[in-house]
């Protein structure tokens, strides 16, 4: 097996390699003066299995690489060739809002489909699409940074008992809407969950209400997202866990997208710290989501070798 970095994430590129006992492929690539792709790869893929690993975030530069790639390397004669994007673009416009608007989800599903064998995504924004084959034709797997994150978070718990037996994690969903999810990660950590009420006394007034707040005084508390954008959210509820006395919280993310000046803004805010899953490369990353990847990159694998027996037969 061959994995191919496409959007320089060496260290997941490594940590993937380590566990399939795969090659990294090397990858010359650079832009001409008018925008254009060069790509040159100086290795052998005929016959091959090759996991193309891009990340999709600011998709449009390094979908239409992506495209270019997957050609290639079936013109080379890889047997087959998979793509690995731990964050998927282009899920957001999965309805007309407006008469004439453009269903790019769709259109770039049908794309991918066209040039790769399969697809591995974590958490991708499946908001009316219930699953990914609504829109892919080929196999995919989605798969869910819960269990992963909470395993990290109960790491940090027995850390934290260590030093103080009173000092716990407390995962904390900022509203009613987040509670399965935080009652997943709660659960995979090992410790409490916390949903906060609000109560809406207007379009700018909102209070809420932390049910024994006394009890959780010595807790650090853990707010826990897939998607960190503006950190609007996640630095509104600390502000409302220090009004009511708790410790700053810590926050996680599964995708680091962070819009501009957003993750200074956090940190100016009562924020203990930031950490991110390693789909996208930023400083934040802590939590490797790689092994997490492996076992889906084998089963859609045989998955393909199933299917294509049974087409020849």
């Excluded at 490594?14 to 100086?42: I, K, M, T």
């Excluded at 794309?111 to 958490?123: E, G, K, P, W």
């Excluded at 090992?190 to 379009?203: I, M, Q």
């Excluded at 209400?209 to 826990?224: A, F, S, T």
């Amino acid at each position: 097996m061959l994995i191919l970095c496409m959007d320089g994430h060496q260290q997941l590129a490594e940590s993937l390699a380590q566990s399939l006992a795969a090659e990294v492929l090397p990858l010359e690539h650079r832009h001409f003066p008018d925008g254009e792709h060069y790509f040159n790869l100086p290795a052998e893929v005929n016959g091959e299995d090759v996991v193309v690993l891009c990340h999709l975030h600011q998709p449009n530069d390094k979908a239409m690489g992506l495209l270019f790639m997957a050609s290639h390397l079936k013109e080379m004669g890889a047997k087959r060739v998979g793509l690995v994007a731990p964050y998927l673009a282009y899920m957001r416009q999965d309805i007309r809002f407006q008469p004439g608007e453009c269903l790019t989800s769709k259109y770039f599903a049908r794309l991918i489909s066209q040039h790769f064998d399969y697809l591995v995504t974590i958490d991708p924004h499946l908001h009316r699409y219930h699953h990914l084959n609504e829109i892919y034709s080929i196999p995919t797997r989605t798969l869910h940074a819960t269990r992963i994150i909470g395993e990290y978070l109960h790491t940090i718990g027995q850390q934290l008992s260590e030093q103080n037996p009173a000092q716990k994690v407390l995962v904390v969903g900022p509203d009613e809407e987040s509670e399965q999810w935080a009652k997943t990660v709660a659960s995979a950590a090992g410790c409490e969950h916390l949903v906060l009420t609000k109560t809406r006394r207007g379009d700018r007034d909102v209070a809420i209400h932390i049910p024994d707040v006394e009890q959780y005084r010595q807790h650090l508390p853990v707010m826990v997202d897939d998607i960190i954008s503006t950190g609007r959210t996640m630095l509104r509820t600390a502000e409302q866990l220090q009004q009511q006395g708790l410790n700053a919280p810590l926050c996680i993310g599964v995708h680091a997208v962070f819009a501009d000046g957003a993750e200074q803004e956090m940190r100016a805010g009562p924020i203990a710290d930031i950490r991110t899953c390693n789909c996208i490369p930023h400083s934040t990353n802590s939590i490797d989501i790689g092994y997490l990847i492996t076992p889906a990159i084998l089963e859609l694998i045989l998955e393909c070798e199933s299917n294509s027996l049974e087409y020849t037969l």
